[in-house]
């Protein structure tokens, strides 16, 4: 017996706001399975195993199992509860979801992982926890046990951006772009002030560089003028931007791919020729590769002045 196996469910009282539910309460929740997924809408770790989340809500709550997600921001315009309600929306989550804006229910759990998965049992005693993507067999198979329902596991297929990652090609780590935690800037950089950057002759793997007039904060960098870009050299299937903007204004911006349209190798938010609009405060994915997947450099251009950029994630 592991220490998660004997702790009992936190409470829940901390949370800010509930959506899609009245406020759950630990007794409310007693004698029910309940499952608490604690999430941010720009995690894309958290994106793609969603659609696993989502199939057992659904597939299980006829036999008792109540499906908690527990949105905690990473980032602060995650704090938009509109923001979240949009992302509830988007992934078709129809169950509880515990805004958590001020940490308390990720602190009651110890909690220190987007995702982050635990499964309680009926008596209100945590038995299984999963950190990350993966282990789906696995925590299916724990609830089943915990229901004390056997049948075939649930079929999951995600689409768009909550597809699997191409583990096998993936070697870009996740790179922040706020000095707070950044790491592989191609340049000298200032922080908290404006300064006018220009892109290196050739961005190095795995670096990023910018162009134009940005203000690099702690959390993310700041474009002070229209056509201003950031530049990533990377090697993955997938190439997603978290992105807002300061004015809460449609930002136009254009995406290329070694200089050229991406084509059939577009993400989800941009077309063939390249163009999206960041809209609001959400991850982007920019690139899905078509076919041959290899190093490639991306160069994002905002047409208007106001965009926020945090970080890049890879699949």
Do not use: K
């Not at 404006?194 to 007039?213: I, K």
């Amino acid at each position: 017996m592991t220490a998660t196996d004997r702790l009992r469910m936190p409470s829940m009282d901390g949370a800010s706001a509930w959506l899609n539910s009245e406020p759950l309460s630990t007794a409310q929740l007693r004698g029910h399975v309940v499952l608490v997924d604690f999430w941010t809408l720009t995690c894309i770790n958290w994106l793609r195993t969603a659609p696993h989340v989502r199939a057992w809500s659904q597939a299980y709550r006829n036999d008792g199992l109540v499906v908690i997600g527990v949105h905690t921001p990473e980032f602060s315009f995650e704090h938009d509860v509109g923001l979240v309600r949009r992302a509830i929306q988007d992934r078709a989550l129809d169950y509880a979801v515990a805004v958590d804006n001020d940490y308390a229910v990720w602190r009651a759990f110890a909690n220190h992982y987007w995702p982050a998965l635990y499964l309680v049992d009926a008596d209100g005693v945590v038995r299984h926890h999963y950190f990350g993507e993966g282990g789906y067999d696995e925590s299916e198979r724990e609830i089943q046990r915990l229901l004390d329902v056997r049948r075939p596991l649930t079929s999951v297929q995600g689409l768009g951006i909550e597809v699997e990652a191409d583990w096998q090609h993936l070697r870009t780590p996740e790179t922040y772009l706020g000095y707070g935690r950044a790491e592989r800037f191609a340049s000298a950089a200032a922080y908290d002030e404006p300064r006018t950057y220009a892109l290196p002759g050739e961005v190095p793997p795995h670096h990023w560089a910018l162009a134009g007039a940005w203000t690099i904060g702690q959390e993310r960098v700041v474009l002070g003028r229209a056509g201003g870009s950031i530049a990533f050299r990377f090697h993955a299937r997938d190439a997603h931007l978290v992105l807002s903007g300061e004015a809460g204004e449609p930002i136009p911006f254009r995406v290329l791919l070694d200089g050229e349209a991406p084509g059939r190798s577009h993400g989800v938010d941009v077309d063939e020729r390249g163009d999206g609009v960041l809209r609001e405060g959400r991850l982007y994915q920019l690139v899905r590769a078509h076919r041959e997947v290899r190093e490639r450099t991306l160069e994002i251009t905002f047409h208007r002045d106001g965009a926020e950029a945090y970080a890049f994630t890879f699949g």
